[in-house]
């Protein structure tokens, strides 16, 4: 029976600011194939009932299980220990995010972002007597935007980010990029002066650090940049579209 070794970065601070960090390693036997996510479920119910960790992949809620995993941003429920290619699996929470405990981080201000550009379908109209129909041409624009998963990867790698407590961050642009685009919305007005400043899409360096990090492939970059222009066109134009 084939083994795995996991190195495991640890956080407990409980223990002290001094001894609150450490590397564990386990080693976990598997018949076939083995996800991380099962790896660590293993490890948890086996070796080590301490081990913290978030995921709610079982609840079809995806994203929550996004970890730092030998050097790259993926979702433990869906790296196979056979695409890793790695002799030791080191799995580490997402850096530059506060830790609550373990592989756990604290995702409290990058949902009070998302929050924050108003992520949800806003009509002024009065309540149609039917659904609101798209062109298959206005329903391709949401293609990309609306396979976001919120797992806090692009965030957790963009220097702006990083140097910026403000900064909205590539997720939440990316969900005001997608309602702004979206025929249907009709709250560009309202949910513009959110994103449209020194915290939104100014503060992009189109670094693309988002893109890369990004484990469904999608381009927050692009979206942003389309908010900067839509910015422009409001100035120049009066209008955004």
């Known amino acids: 029976m084939p083994e795995a070794k996991f190195h495991i970065k640890r956080y407990d601070p409980a223990r002290g600011e001094k001894d609150a960090s450490r590397y564990d390693d386990f080693v976990v036997s598997y018949d ?10 293993s490890i948890q119910e086996q070796q080590d009932g301490s081990l913290a960790f978030r995921y709610c992949c079982r609840a079809s809620i995806c ?4 970890m730092y995993i030998n050097g790259k941003y993926r979702l433990a429920c869906q790296t196979n220990l056979r695409h890793v290619h790695a002799d030791v699996i080191t799995v580490e929470p997402m850096p530059h995010l ?4 373990d592989l756990v981080c604290d995702m409290s201000d990058f949902f009070a ?4 550009v108003k992520p949800w379908l ?5 309540a149609p007597e039917r659904e609101i129909l798209q062109s298959p041409e206005e329903r391709k624009k949401l293609d990309m935007p609306i396979d976001c998963i919120l797992c806090g990867a692009c965030y957790s790698s963009c220097p702006s980010v990083w140097t910026e407590d403000n900064y909205l961050g590539p997720a939440a642009l990316l969900k005001a990029y997608r309602f702004e685009v979206d025929s249907r919305d009709e709250a560009s007005k309202v949910r513009m002066p959110s994103w449209d400043n020194e915290r939104g899409d100014y503060r992009c360096h189109t670094i693309t650090n988002c893109v890369e990090a990004c484990p469904k492939e999608l381009n ?16 120049l134009f009066g209008r955004s579209r």
């Open 220 to 235: 927050p970059t692009e979206g942003i940049q389309w908010l900067k222009m839509a910015a422009v066109r409001r100035r």
């Open 113 to 116: 972002k998302y929050e924050y």
């Open 32 to 41: 076939s194939s083995l996800t991380v996510l099962e790896g660590l479920f």
């Open 122 to 126: 806003i009509r002024n109209s009065a």
């Open 63 to 66: 994203g929550s299980c996004a």
């Open 98 to 101: 506060p830790l609550v405990k």
